[in-house]
């Protein structure tokens, strides 16, 4: 076995739960761009009420997939539907473990015929990575890794998005012309700043827009050009501190924990990971500690990935996939945290007494993979995820998946703050005293015309 791989980490390590708990690295990081252009607070507003310019140039891994086989292998692996994906098109791609348990999701771009590019968060794509490498599948991968991981100071392509209300107006007003209705996951080709410019129909917290991209060089010249289309219409930049916030109004849980630190069918793609993998390194952190690593996974239903399972194809954990998907399965779910009790949290701090977890502003997220108890009458009966701050909504917010019984909205549950025993050794984490948070289940997505958009797409979203 080579010394430097995933599993012989593992088994150094002894109990992984206890060490992914206790890795020295704090939540994701959006390097490239400001924490803030102007404040965090206008900026989220900026998704709402006009439209704002993301840049998601820098923080996440793009895959490049081609060749014959291209097409068959991506299939193999997703739990969605490929009946009618054709170029210009994309999807959610969501790949599981043989025993069914979500390793991550990623966009899935078709460009071209057998040419793919997947782009997002890296489990997913060292899945994919893993499965050319060692499957007889006739095709070539090329990751281009995300900022954080290189040197070089570029990258293959630059990634925007225009989001908003007025979103359309700043693309007609760039490009010089009426742009072109597109369904929501299809593309398309426009000029930008006399650059090429491909275009994919997207939404962000319910509102319209288009995530832009095209080479790195021309990436400067196209933002400058966007920035100036903006100025008319209210388009605000937004940095790194509120782009992750934007999840909570949009319902979309950016963090299950890969489900590939047990069993051994997986012990093969382990060795193949490196002692430097994501997987490796990652953190977990929150009130949550079952009994094993194993109580961290999900399934596509606690995603809110259930209606993506489509068994016309033959994948990885079709299966078990086939055994649980009549149920029951948790429910996802936007939770409204309780103000006088965030508060409450809050103003722990202006005392010198027992403090509970401080919650950041607008994301409260401190690990890489955050999991708390949501208890009803003293009961577990969900685990939140995400959390952070609206300024849209004036409300602290976490998407959460919840036990059957408990996923109505309107129902009363509590959310357990902090860490048990006074903190893990996260830097993240100081020391701090467990508290309960009073809090009301909510729809996912929170944000009405979020929910609104987001029924009409979403079939789209599924098959692509």
């Known amino acids: 076995m080579n010394e430097g791989n995933l599993e012989s980490v593992l088994a150094q390590a002894g109990d992984i739960a206890t060490m992914l708990r206790n890795q020295q690295v704090g939540p994701n990081v959006y390097p490239g761009v400001p924490s803030e252009y102007s404040n965090w607070r206008d900026e989220q507003r900026g998704w709402q009420e006009t439209c704002v310019l993301f840049n998601q140039s ?23 539907s490929f009946k009618g994906f054709k170029p210009d098109r994309a999807k959610q791609f969501v790949p599981c473990t043989p025993g069914g348990f979500v390793i991550g999701d990623v966009i899935l771009f078709y460009l071209a015929e057998n040419d793919f590019n997947l782009v997002g968060r890296a489990p997913a794509i060292e899945w994919v990575e893993y499965h050319a490498a060692t499957g007889q599948w006739d095709v070539t991968v090329e990751r281009d890794e995300r900022w954080a991981m290189r040197s070089d100071g570029r990258r293959n392509s630059y990634r925007f998005q225009v989001q908003g209300p007025n979103a359309m107006k700043v693309i007609e007003r760039a490009i010089g012309e009426t742009p072109p209705d597109l369904k929501f996951f299809h593309m398309t080709r426009l000029t930008i700043a006399g650059k090429s410019v491909r275009a994919l129909r997207h939404g962000m917290a319910g509102q319209p827009g288009w995530e832009l991209f095209g080479p790195w060089d021309d990436g400067e010249a196209v933002r400058q050009a966007l920035i100036a289309a903006g100025k008319d219409f209210g388009m605000v930049l937004v940095g790194g501190r509120a782009y992750s916030s ?26 193949w990971l490196s002692a430097n993998s994501y997987e490796a390194k990652c953190s977990i952190g929150g009130s949550y500690v079952p009994d094993s690593v194993a109580g961290y996974y ?35 779910v936007t939770l409204a945290l309780d103000n006088a009790d965030v508060m409450r949290v809050q103003s722990s701090a202006l005392t010198k007494g027992d403090r509970a977890k401080f919650m950041e502003y607008p994301s409260a997220v401190y690990a890489m993979h955050p999991f708390d108890t949501v208890l009803a009458d003293g009961k577990q009966v969900g685990v939140s995820t995400w959390i952070g701050y609206s300024a849209s909504e004036g409300k602290m917010l976490t998407l ?8 109505e909205p309107g129902t009363q549950v509590t959310l357990l703050w ?28 929170y944000v009405e015309a979020a929910r609104d958009s987001y029924a009409d797409s979403w079939r789209t979203r599924q098959s692509g």
């Open 298 to 332: 999900t399934t596509p239903w606690d995603l809110g990935y259930g209606p993506f399972v489509k068994f016309d194809h033959d994948f990885i954990g079709r299966a078990a996939l086939e055994k649980i998907a009549a149920g029951p399965h948790r429910q996802k």
């Open 400 to 407: 959460a998946m919840m036990e059957p019984g408990f996923a």
């Open 58 to 80: 820098y923080h996440m891994v793009d895959l490049a997939v081609r060749g014959p086989d291209a097409f068959a292998m991506l299939q193999y692996l997703a739990v969605n």
């Open 418 to 445: 902090g860490e048990p025993d006074g903190g893990t050794s996260k830097p993240t984490v100081e020391r701090h005293v467990q508290t309960e948070i009073k809090a009301v289940v909510a729809a996912v997505p």
């Open 246 to 271: 934007n999840t909570l109004e949009s319902g979309w849980i950016p963090s299950p924990l890969p489900a590939i630190y047990t069993g051994e069918a997986l012990k093969p793609y382990r060795e």
